[in-house]
């Protein structure tokens, strides 16, 4: 029994401590551009944000249609925009992937949120879609990383 909770406790210190998150972040003036929500003529913007909490020290990856698309800290979002038409978002972390599909329409933005809660060994990802006022609120007190494609 000790070494079950010596274990849960060495599972549970690496997802918070873990090393220090660090991703490419763009400038303010393209941040603040993002935070305006116009969809570039079109196409479709898709914003992905990763909130803090247990797992904050670590990298999300986001793959979008087989392609790295960037990396997730705590409290950073990325802007995708793309063509209309069924696209595929994958969000890694460690031990965890979540994918999905969406068919986006010209001229909307979508949202999704990102977290990690604890689970009995290890962090369990969320990745999941959420409404346009929370969406615009959560980007809004989160940074833009820089995507890569």
């Known amino acids: 029994m000790k070494k079950l909770i010596l274990l849960i406790f060495i599972a549970c210190s690496a997802l918070l401590v873990g090393c220090v998150a660090s991703v490419p972040m763009t400038s303010t003036a ?10 570039e003529p ?3 913007s898709i914003y992905i944000n990763c909130r803090g909490g ?11 249609d087989g392609r790295v698309a960037g990396s997730l800290a705590s409290d950073t979002y990325l ?3 793309v063509l209309p038409g069924e696209h595929a978002i994958t969000v890694t972390f460690p031990g ?3 994918q999905q599909k969406l068919n986006v329409e010209v001229g909307r933005n979508y949202y999704y949120d ?3 809660s604890m689970g009995w060994t290890s962090g369990i990802l969320h990745f999941d879609p959420i409404n346009e006022d929370q969406g615009r ?9 820089e995507a890569t494609n």
């Open 30 to 39: 393209l941040d603040s551009e993002a935070k305006k929500f116009a969809v």
């Open 114 to 116: 990102t977290s990690v």
């Open 42 to 44: 079109g196409k479709a």
């Open 54 to 64: 247990i797992g904050n020290k670590m990298v999300w990856q986001v793959i979008l």
């Open 96 to 98: 965890n992937v979540k």
């Open 79 to 81: 802007l995708l925009n």
């Open 137 to 145: 609120e959560e980007v809004m007190g989160s940074k833009r990383v």
